[in-house]
């Protein structure tokens, strides 16, 4: 597909727009730079892939100058795209055909910038629906085929990524993925905290997600697995409080972004309706305000194992005060986190670093709802809310949460986005897990 004339706002590839600049002096053509026009309010065109014969290199783009294909996009391994159209505010078919197909064929070499209809270089998945993904990485992911390993451009939200996670065997002798995700979902949190180190740069993060997918190293993306007791049913929007079924928990769900009871876990749940979701992140806000209207206290107990330590401990301040074990507690807001942000700006973990391992739990009481408000709006000011008297913040090992409450309206538990109902009196426990694949960092 023919990259379209740029809009007069971006006629010239620059610093921050810049995704690479194609080294073709071998052939006495120069260099070709190719950059980004992006405006997601023209939802007819949001992205543009504008390309630029230029003599010679800048020195701000010395550092985007690529020669040939990398090793983890070269037509002789498993490249495998994968579109999610629903996720976020739907923009990611856009992207695929504008941008992401047009850029790969340029870096494998499989024709000119006109593209070509299904070539081999790679395969595309358009998701059908709310299983496509885990069926990708079930028949794809999960069978020998090849000694290769296989690499996966995600243009999707955290859910993709769970998918994956989830539908790939888990015993499969197949080379365990690489990912290279593209932020198309609603928070992208996985995507963020992986290039919240970036962002001083200025550049979008679309384009420094379409550089990360050429000039990133795969690295192991940590993982927990979340395990579940004898009636906990997943759950999905539009379905009633009491779920759709028993599937698959027997071996617990992984995930790699976050794990929440509460406050965060019940707005997930009651903001993923069709209505909502039109709104994109708008939605967390729609929801949060009749939550914090309600201010639901949830009854728990929980225990955690910290670092360097064998035995469970009663989770301290989780209802304002000291608790001395065993005993119910009514809390606000239970999340353990691998991440920093779970949207660009919301930082959950403060002292987070990408793919850095580790657990981190915040958690607070029943404190009310204009101070969960206050609580909220620090974490948007740059984490400031781990600083707040009443909010608790620690690395752990391990979490075991059992849930008391007896309205299936208030058991709902959060694994990446993922919504699972918990019987009344059962027990949640959450652990580190083996990484089944790999993600591309810069």
């Known amino acids: 597909m023919a990259p379209a004339e740029p809009k007069e706002a971006a006629a010239a590839p620059t610093e921050t727009n810049t995704i690479l600049v194609l080294d073709r002096t071998a052939d006495n053509k120069g260099y070709l730079a190719a950059f980004l026009v992006e405006d997601e309010s023209d939802k007819n065109d949001p992205y543009r892939l504008s390309l630029h014969e230029i003599a010679s290199v800048p020195p701000a783009l010395e550092g985007l100058v690529v020669k040939e294909c990398p090793a983890h996009l070269h037509p002789s391994r498993p490249v495998h795209a994968v579109i999610s159209v629903k996720s976020g505010a739907g923009l990611a078919e856009a992207a695929w055909a504008s941008v992401v197909r047009p850029l790969l064929e340029l870096l494998q070499g499989l024709g000119d910038v006109q593209g070509r209809e299904a070539p081999e270089g790679y ?31 995600l243009l999707s939200g955290d859910g993709g990524i769970s998918d994956l996670l989830n539908g790939r065997d888990s015993d499969s002798p197949a080379p ?39 000039r990133g190293t795969p690295s192991g993306l940590p993982v927990f697995n979340a395990r579940f007791p004898p009636g906990a049913k997943l759950v999905r929007a539009g379905v009633g409080p009491e779920g759709w079924g028993e599937e698959g928990l027997e071996d617990g ?26 709104h994109g992140a708008a939605r967390f806000g729609m929801v949060a305000a009749e939550l914090l209207r309600e201010s639901h206290a949830y009854e728990v107990v929980v225990s955690v194992r910290g670092p360097g330590s064998d ?102 538990v959060c694994i990446d986005g993922i919504i699972v109902d918990i019987p009344e009196g059962g027990k949640v426990r959450l652990v580190k897990a083996d990484s089944p694949v790999s993600v591309l960092v810069q």
């Open 253 to 278: 769900i992984l995930g790699a972004v976050v794990f929440s009871h509460g406050f965060h876990a019940s707005l997930v749940w009651e903001s993923d309706t069709p209505q909502y979701r039109a």
């Open 311 to 412: 035995v469970f401990r009663p989770l301290h301040r989780v209802s304002g005060e000291p608790s001395d074990g065993g005993e119910v507690s009514s809390v606000g807001y239970i999340l353990v986190s691998l991440v920093s942000s779970l949207e660009k700006t919301f930082t959950i973990s403060p002292r987070s670093e990408p793919l850095d391992g580790k657990l981190r739990l915040v958690h607070f009481g029943a404190v009310g709802g204009e101070r969960t408000m206050d609580i909220m709006k620090a974490a948007y000011a740059g984490g400031k809310h781990v600083e707040m008297e009443d909010v608790g913040y620690e690395e752990i090992e391990e979490l075991e949460v059992t849930i008391v409450g007896g309205d299936p309206r208030w058991r709902k």
């Open 123 to 153: 395969r595309m998945l358009v998701t059908e629906s709310e299983d496509s993904i885990k069926e990708f990485a079930r028949t794809h992911l999960g069978a020998a085929s090849s000694d290769a390993q296989p690499t996966v451009i």
């Open 176 to 214: 365990a993925p690489v990912v290279a995700p593209l932020p198309f979902g609603t928070g992208n949190a996985l995507f963020h905290s992986l290039h919240k180190p970036l962002y001083a740069s200025g550049a979008s993060p679309l384009v420094l997600g379409l550089r990360t997918l050429w």
